[in-house]
């Protein structure tokens, strides 16, 4: 058995742009940010549509400020996992 091997470009991220502030979020070799995605289902006011925000992690801090003072809670130690 032998493996053949082909040269393959891709894309790769080498920042993330806060959507609050227009900061860069890269800190050293990685970027540290806030991610917020939702998407709407029928019955919505914004029907099958989808919502992508990235935050830095300063203005991450100004956003849990504002749902804690507005008597919400983000949840924290939340683990992911990715397939």
Known sequence: ?????????????????????HRSCKRGLNCEYMEVYA???????KDMSKW?????EECAEKIDEFVTKEGGQIP???YFLVL
């Open 39 to 45: 998407k709407w289902g029928y019955g919505s006011n």
């Open 76 to 78: 924290r130690d939340v």
């Open 1 to 21: 058995m032998s493996k053949e091997f082909k040269k393959v470009e891709k894309d790769e991220v080498s920042d993330i742009i806060c959507d609050m502030c």
């Open 52 to 56: 992508e925000a990235h935050f830095c």
